[in-house]
Protein backbone atom coordinates (compact mmCIF):
# COMPACT_ATOMS: atom_id res chain seq x y z
CA UNK A 1 0.00 0.00 0.00
CA UNK A 2 1.48 3.03 -0.81
CA UNK A 3 1.52 6.01 1.85
CA UNK A 4 -0.07 8.35 0.05
CA UNK A 5 -3.03 7.70 -2.61
CA UNK A 6 -4.27 10.31 -5.10
CA UNK A 7 -6.64 9.60 -8.12
CA UNK A 8 -4.40 10.47 -11.33
CA UNK A 9 -7.54 11.85 -13.24
CA UNK A 10 -7.30 13.81 -15.31
CA UNK A 11 -10.46 16.10 -14.15
CA UNK A 12 -12.09 18.32 -16.61
CA UNK A 13 -14.33 20.90 -15.71
CA UNK A 14 -15.69 24.21 -17.56
CA UNK A 15 -14.67 27.94 -16.41
CA UNK A 16 -16.23 29.22 -13.15
CA UNK A 17 -16.95 25.42 -11.56
CA UNK A 18 -15.62 24.14 -8.34
CA UNK A 19 -13.11 21.70 -8.42
CA UNK A 20 -12.18 19.31 -5.45
CA UNK A 21 -8.98 17.70 -5.22
CA UNK A 22 -8.51 14.53 -3.08
CA UNK A 23 -5.58 12.35 -1.32
CA UNK A 24 -5.79 9.92 1.34
CA UNK A 25 -2.97 8.65 3.31
CA UNK A 26 -2.14 5.63 5.87
CA UNK A 27 0.67 7.19 8.15
CA UNK A 28 -1.20 8.73 11.06
CA UNK A 29 2.34 10.26 12.00
CA UNK A 30 1.89 13.15 9.63
CA UNK A 31 1.27 16.24 11.07
CA UNK A 32 1.81 18.98 7.68
CA UNK A 33 0.12 18.28 4.35
CA UNK A 34 0.86 20.32 1.14
CA UNK A 35 -0.63 21.28 -2.08
CA UNK A 36 2.00 21.65 -4.80
CA UNK A 37 0.71 22.46 -8.30
CA UNK A 38 2.88 21.41 -11.54
CA UNK A 39 2.47 23.29 -14.88
CA UNK A 40 3.67 21.20 -17.67
CA UNK A 41 7.71 20.94 -18.11
CA UNK A 42 7.62 22.49 -14.76
CA UNK A 43 8.82 22.36 -11.23
CA UNK A 44 6.29 21.75 -8.31
CA UNK A 45 5.32 25.21 -6.98
CA UNK A 46 3.43 25.34 -3.54
CA UNK A 47 -0.14 26.27 -3.05
CA UNK A 48 -0.32 26.12 0.40
CA UNK A 49 -0.03 23.90 3.93
CA UNK A 50 -1.96 22.89 6.74
CA UNK A 51 -1.12 21.95 9.65
CA UNK A 52 -2.87 18.77 11.60
CA UNK A 53 -6.82 18.73 11.28
CA UNK A 54 -8.96 21.72 9.73
CA UNK A 55 -9.16 24.07 7.18
CA UNK A 56 -7.06 26.57 5.67
CA UNK A 57 -8.07 29.45 2.92
CA UNK A 58 -6.35 31.22 0.70
CA UNK A 59 -8.14 33.11 -2.03
CA UNK A 60 -9.93 31.08 -4.35
CA UNK A 61 -8.29 27.63 -2.63
CA UNK A 62 -9.54 26.13 0.33
CA UNK A 63 -7.67 23.43 1.81
CA UNK A 64 -9.28 20.70 4.30
CA UNK A 65 -7.72 18.15 6.38
CA UNK A 66 -9.85 15.55 8.45
CA UNK A 67 -6.94 13.05 10.60
CA UNK A 68 -9.78 10.59 11.58
CA UNK A 69 -9.96 9.98 7.92
CA UNK A 70 -7.19 10.25 6.71
CA UNK A 71 -8.00 12.66 3.92
CA UNK A 72 -7.53 15.63 2.42
CA UNK A 73 -9.15 18.17 0.38
CA UNK A 74 -8.18 20.83 -2.15
CA UNK A 75 -11.01 23.05 -3.21
CA UNK A 76 -10.64 25.41 -5.96
CA UNK A 77 -13.54 28.10 -6.41
CA UNK A 78 -14.35 29.84 -9.59
CA UNK A 79 -12.36 27.54 -11.54
CA UNK A 80 -9.94 28.95 -14.23
CA UNK A 81 -8.18 27.90 -17.43
CA UNK A 82 -5.17 29.32 -15.97
CA UNK A 83 -5.76 26.51 -13.02
CA UNK A 84 -5.09 23.90 -15.44
CA UNK A 85 -2.25 21.86 -14.20
CA UNK A 86 -1.43 18.71 -11.88
CA UNK A 87 -2.26 19.14 -8.16
CA UNK A 88 0.21 16.94 -6.23
CA UNK A 89 -0.45 16.15 -2.57
CA UNK A 90 2.64 16.20 0.26
CA UNK A 91 2.78 15.39 3.96
CA UNK A 92 5.49 15.51 6.06
CA UNK A 93 5.99 14.28 9.91
CA UNK A 94 6.73 16.93 12.37
CA UNK A 95 10.65 17.32 12.79
CA UNK A 96 11.52 15.74 9.45
CA UNK A 97 12.56 16.85 6.23
CA UNK A 98 11.01 13.78 4.16
CA UNK A 99 8.30 14.52 1.89
CA UNK A 100 5.96 11.76 0.37
CA UNK A 101 3.87 12.76 -2.40
CA UNK A 102 0.87 11.66 -4.05
CA UNK A 103 0.74 10.64 -7.61
CA UNK A 104 -0.60 14.05 -8.71
CA UNK A 105 -4.25 14.92 -10.18
CA UNK A 106 -3.97 16.73 -13.88
CA UNK A 107 -6.97 19.05 -13.93
CA UNK A 108 -8.63 20.83 -17.65
CA UNK A 109 -10.55 23.49 -17.15
CA UNK A 110 -12.13 24.42 -20.12
CA UNK A 111 -13.36 27.95 -21.01
CA UNK B 1 11.42 31.94 -2.20
CA UNK B 2 14.37 30.65 -4.21
CA UNK B 3 14.73 30.54 -7.89
CA UNK B 4 16.43 27.11 -8.92
CA UNK B 5 18.10 26.16 -12.25
CA UNK B 6 19.01 23.15 -13.71
CA UNK B 7 21.12 21.84 -16.41
CA UNK B 8 20.66 20.31 -19.01
CA UNK B 9 16.95 20.88 -19.30
CA UNK B 10 16.93 17.57 -21.44
CA UNK B 11 19.39 15.08 -23.22
CA UNK B 12 19.20 11.63 -24.73
CA UNK B 13 21.79 9.26 -23.82
CA UNK B 14 23.33 6.28 -24.88
CA UNK B 15 23.33 2.90 -22.70
CA UNK B 16 26.09 2.77 -20.35
CA UNK B 17 27.23 6.14 -20.13
CA UNK B 18 26.90 9.15 -17.97
CA UNK B 19 25.41 12.12 -17.02
CA UNK B 20 26.11 14.88 -14.72
CA UNK B 21 22.93 17.57 -13.91
CA UNK B 22 23.53 20.38 -12.10
CA UNK B 23 21.38 22.22 -10.06
CA UNK B 24 21.85 25.79 -9.23
CA UNK B 25 19.93 28.35 -6.61
CA UNK B 26 19.76 31.72 -6.43
CA UNK B 27 20.39 31.68 -2.79
CA UNK B 28 20.88 29.68 0.09
CA UNK B 29 19.20 27.16 1.35
CA UNK B 30 19.62 24.66 4.41
CA UNK B 31 18.44 21.38 2.58
CA UNK B 32 19.00 20.01 -1.04
CA UNK B 33 16.80 17.48 -2.61
CA UNK B 34 16.94 15.23 -5.64
CA UNK B 35 13.51 13.49 -7.18
CA UNK B 36 12.85 11.39 -9.98
CA UNK B 37 9.64 11.67 -11.74
CA UNK B 38 8.01 9.04 -13.97
CA UNK B 39 5.79 10.57 -15.94
CA UNK B 40 2.12 10.22 -14.31
CA UNK B 41 4.07 9.28 -11.02
CA UNK B 42 4.81 10.89 -7.92
CA UNK B 43 8.10 11.99 -6.91
CA UNK B 44 10.48 9.75 -5.94
CA UNK B 45 13.08 10.54 -3.26
CA UNK B 46 16.63 9.65 -4.38
CA UNK B 47 18.44 11.28 -1.81
CA UNK B 48 18.84 14.86 0.43
CA UNK B 49 22.37 16.66 -0.53
CA UNK B 50 24.17 17.28 1.98
CA UNK B 51 26.89 20.52 2.35
CA UNK B 52 30.50 19.16 2.84
CA UNK B 53 29.53 15.65 2.82
CA UNK B 54 28.17 12.13 1.68
CA UNK B 55 24.32 12.53 0.81
CA UNK B 56 21.84 10.09 2.56
CA UNK B 57 19.93 7.96 -0.15
CA UNK B 58 16.66 6.56 0.15
CA UNK B 59 15.61 2.74 0.01
CA UNK B 60 16.44 1.29 -3.40
CA UNK B 61 18.88 4.35 -4.25
CA UNK B 62 22.62 3.66 -4.24
CA UNK B 63 25.94 6.25 -4.48
CA UNK B 64 27.36 4.20 -6.90
CA UNK B 65 24.61 4.56 -9.33
CA UNK B 66 23.93 8.27 -8.02
CA UNK B 67 26.55 9.81 -6.99
CA UNK B 68 25.96 13.05 -5.50
CA UNK B 69 28.36 15.92 -4.42
CA UNK B 70 27.27 19.62 -2.74
CA UNK B 71 30.20 21.41 -2.30
CA UNK B 72 28.07 24.52 -1.33
CA UNK B 73 24.61 26.10 0.43
CA UNK B 74 23.61 27.26 -3.42
CA UNK B 75 24.79 24.00 -6.07
CA UNK B 76 24.81 20.68 -6.11
CA UNK B 77 24.90 17.81 -9.27
CA UNK B 78 23.08 13.94 -9.28
CA UNK B 79 25.01 11.71 -12.23
CA UNK B 80 23.34 9.24 -13.39
CA UNK B 81 26.06 6.42 -13.64
CA UNK B 82 26.19 3.51 -16.27
CA UNK B 83 22.30 4.41 -17.40
CA UNK B 84 20.11 2.05 -18.90
CA UNK B 85 16.59 2.80 -20.78
CA UNK B 86 14.86 2.55 -16.84
CA UNK B 87 16.99 5.36 -15.95
CA UNK B 88 14.67 7.59 -18.51
CA UNK B 89 13.32 9.68 -16.48
CA UNK B 90 12.45 13.08 -15.29
CA UNK B 91 15.19 14.51 -12.33
CA UNK B 92 14.54 17.35 -10.38
CA UNK B 93 16.19 19.10 -7.73
CA UNK B 94 15.16 21.01 -4.70
CA UNK B 95 15.79 23.11 -2.24
CA UNK B 96 14.05 24.49 1.53
CA UNK B 97 15.07 27.78 3.52
CA UNK B 98 15.33 25.39 6.45
CA UNK B 99 14.86 22.31 8.74
CA UNK B 100 11.66 20.49 8.51
CA UNK B 101 10.09 23.25 6.25
CA UNK B 102 6.90 22.85 4.25
CA UNK B 103 8.13 24.87 1.54
CA UNK B 104 10.18 23.28 -0.90
CA UNK B 105 11.45 25.12 -4.33
CA UNK B 106 11.44 22.83 -7.51
CA UNK B 107 13.86 23.13 -10.15
CA UNK B 108 11.89 22.97 -13.94
CA UNK B 109 13.69 19.77 -14.28
CA UNK B 110 16.33 17.52 -16.62
CA UNK B 111 14.56 15.07 -19.05
CA UNK B 112 16.46 11.84 -19.41
CA UNK B 113 15.99 10.05 -22.48
CA UNK B 114 18.36 6.37 -22.62
CA UNK B 115 18.60 4.86 -25.81
Known amino acids: QKEVEQDPGPLSVPEGAIVSLNCTYSNSAFQYFMWYRQYSRKGPELLMYTYSSGNKEDGRFTAQVDKSSKYISLFIRDSQPSDSATYLC???????????FGSGTKLNVKP | SAVISQKPSRDICQRGTSLTIQCQVD?????MFWYRQQPGQSLTLIATANQGSEATYESGFVIDKFPISRPNLTFSTLTVSNMSPEDSSIYLC????????????FGPGTRLTVL
Open chain 2, 27 to 31: SQVTM
Open chain 1, 90 to 100: AMRVNNFNKFY
Open chain 2, 94 to 105: SGTPGLARNEQF
